[in-house]
């Protein structure tokens, strides 16, 4: 495995947002069994998870991927184009939504939820400005974005300031289909 990939994890590993969000994962969904996690890129965060039925989709193979362990299945596909016969107790979409074009974020919120049937954990850089980042789709993403994007108020939400000063975005959602038949 090259160093790329280690090095990306290494810089990431300490990074707050995801201890913020095993957190809510906790609070929210302490019983849960399964979880679906989109769009988790060359990182190895799922390893910390305490749930034995993880399935991860991302459009791309990482080859840090194979450290993950064993109870963490990787689907390589564009999540738009993932249809699982069954539902998690909780989906999470990390830093991912953002670079989703405008266009296909409502079909692809909706694919979210229809995999879900707990709790939807959603986290975006919060109100980043263009000092921060060099990608246009971080910017000035705030509650109003947010809520365009997901169609409702979160449940709970988080905002984690990271050790470079940058805010990430973390809210829940609770999604049951039961109550919406």
């Not at 939504?97 to 939820?113: G, Q, S």
């Not at 921060?132 to 409702?152: L, M, P, S, V, Y």
């Amino acid at each position: 495995m090259s160093d790329e990939y280690t090095n990306y994890w290494g810089k990431r590993k300490a990074l707050r947002y995801y201890a913020e969000v095993r957190a809510l994962v906790r609070k929210h969904a302490p019983e849960a069994k399964t979880l679906l996690d989109v769009g988790a890129g060359p990182t190895l965060y799922l390893n910390e998870y305490n749930i034995w039925d993880i399935v991860a989709v991302d459009k791309e193979q990482w080859p840090i991927h194979k450290l993950l362990q064993n109870h963490i299945h990787i689907v390589q596909q564009p999540f738009e184009e993932y249809h699982a016969p069954r539902t998690f107790d909780v989906v999470q979409c990390l830093q991912t939504l953002e670079h989703i074009a405008e266009e296909h974020k409502p079909a692809f919120v909706a694919n979210l939820r229809k995999h879900c049937e707990g709790i939807l954990v959603v986290s975006l850089p919060f109100r980043w400005t263009a000092a921060q980042t060099r990608w246009k789709n971080h910017i000035g993403i705030d509650e109003a974005t947010i809520k365009r994007w997901i169609g409702e108020d979160p449940m709970d939400s988080s905002i984690v300031t990271e050790n470079s000063g940058g805010k990430r975005i973390i809210n829940v959602y609770r999604v049951n289909h039961a109550e919406n038949r």
